[in-house]
């Protein structure tokens, strides 16, 4: 019985040490955003519409992990958006967005740094 209640104890303690665990690797992933100039034309929420209507240059990460929820290559093919761009002529997000192509981030962001923030988009839920 002293078992039961100690592994009980346990796996009380580590569920509560998840949120904080989580929220910490957030803080992280929007730090790196921010320091690869990621946040200049996105942002984690759908926010406030641009003067034309449209979302401010590029999608909110929570509608990218929404629109590629369960697309089987999601994750490279982003992280290669993020590291070579997109063509304006081939924009999946026309009409969404104020921007219409992605410019190359090479040069701001790693390619290991790059995989981490796209794995970390696609986890995102919904907002709270």
Request: glycine share 8%; charged share 20%.
């Amino acid at each position: 019985m002293n078992r039961l209640v100690s592994l009980a104890a346990v796996a009380a303690l580590m569920a509560a040490a998840l949120p904080a665990r989580a929220d910490k690797h957030d803080d992280a992933m929007r730090a790196l955003a921010a320091k690869s100039g990621c946040t200049a034309c996105h942002q984690v929420d759908p926010g406030a519409k641009g003067p034309d209507g449209l979302a401010p240059v590029g999608p909110a990460w929570r509608d990218v992990a929404a629109k590629y929820k369960g697309q089987k290559g999601a994750n490279e093919a982003l992280v290669h958006t993020v590291l070579t761009g997109s063509s304006p002529y081939d924009s999946h997000w026309k009409g969404k967005v104020s921007g219409l192509a992605m410019p190359p981030n090479k040069v701001a962001i790693s390619e290991p740094d790059a995989k981490k923030l796209v794995s970390w988009i696609l986890a995102l839920g919904p907002a709270k």
